[in-house]
């Protein structure tokens, strides 16, 4: 009779069985089923028509995945078939995984060229422009490649009054990426005209740190105009594909951003001979304005406006005294009757105040006592004022006087005629 075990002892021999027996196994299938966990560990399930079986990438394994596991594709994984004690479930422990049929770098390049797509970082109308004359540049590329020497020597042919300023980074490996991204951030923070991210050329494992997200996301947020001088001609990278302009080579950047100093002089010397043949042309029309102006300011001087307005008096003037003899002699005409007449009023005006005089200095004689030559007559007055008989009242002081004598009586009595 054969002894009997426990589920954990019996669970524990077949785990034993298993993981000596699978070390190491290259399994195809489709992916499902696939969680990211916080961790850093990857679960997902591996199937075909036939078959699936759970699947676990562990967070150290998992970071050197160059792609991102998506539903339904095809993957073959190198790893080993592990046990679960607790739920006694069998799985396969990844190790790396490959795309069945393509690279890892190729769909991974895919993957994040569609996703920034989506999010918009290639738009044309995004791109910022290049300035004309740029005076400061930063070019973020290895100090000790040949790339940089490329750049620095066609910096120095065709714009030597440049400023360079070289941010030296790892253009390869593991962390080329953040120190290229961590770079432009720097650049992007001070007053650079144009950034220049740049290396020769590779295989696309060489190439690849320039197709990681945080150096595409690090140009896409720059405010300074950027380029991405990546390779060689045939090379395309994330970068050339979000920075503003894109390089075939780094030698092939600096021409496309720097003018030609040889033509940048020629265009002055064209620019002086435009001038001057405009400033001459301006010169001689303004010297004929000038001529017209002078010529117009003779004929409307103050010495030509003066004699014009002599004239215009003179001619008014003598216009003016024909004028008045004409109307002195109308006048004359008009008053040598008003004279005569007047001379005939006044000596008529004369001998009639003349005649009223002599009447008035008759009356005035005839009516003064003094001069009354009739006896039996006298003037009364009273109080110093002449006064009438029918004024008089019995006691009355008056006084009589004629052009002799003057005597002071008293009225004794009225007698009415």
Known sequence: ????????????????????????VNVEGELSRITYHNSGHIYFTLKDFDASISAIMFRGNATSLKF???????????????????????????????????????????QLKRDLQDRGYFKQEDKKAMPKYPQRVALITSATGAALQDMLRVASQRWAMLHVSIYDVLVQGDLAASQIAKAIREADRKDYDI??????????????AFNELEVAE??????????????HEIDYCISDMVA???????????EMILPDMAEFLQGIDVMRNRLTTQVNHTLNRKKEELNYLLESFKRNS?????????????????????????????????????????????????NHYK???TQLQNTYESANPKLRSKRGYAQISMNNAVIALEQLHVKDKISLMDDKTSVLAEVLKINEL
């Open 302 to 350: 103050i010495e030509q406006k003066m004699t014009i307005h002599k004239e215009q008096i003179k001619k008014l003037k003598d216009e003016l005294g024909r004028a008045i003899s004409l109307k002195l002699n109308f006048f004359r005409r008009e008053i040598e009757p008003l004279h005569v007449s007047l001379n005939q009023n006044i000596s008529q005006n004369l």
């Open 1 to 24: 009779m054969i002894t009997p075990i426990s589920v954990g002892e019996l669970t524990e021999q077949i785990k034993n069985l298993l993981e000596t027996t699978f070390v190491q």
């Open 218 to 231: 690090a140009l896409f947020d720059a405010k300074t105009p950027t380029v991405s001088a990546v390779g």
């Open 195 to 208: 950034i220049v991210i740049a290396r020769g050329g590779g295989s696309i494992e060489d190439l690849w």
């Open 355 to 357: 005649n009223r005089l």
């Open 244 to 254: 503003d302009l894109r390089a075939a080579t780094p030698s092939a950047a600096m």
């Open 68 to 110: 991102r596991l998506e539903e339904g594709l095809k993957v073959i994984i190198n790893g080993a078939i592990t046990l679960y004690k607790p739920s006694g479930k069998y799985q396969i422990r990844a190790f790396s995984i490959q795309p069945a049929g393509h690279g890892a770098l190729a769909l991974a390049y895919e």
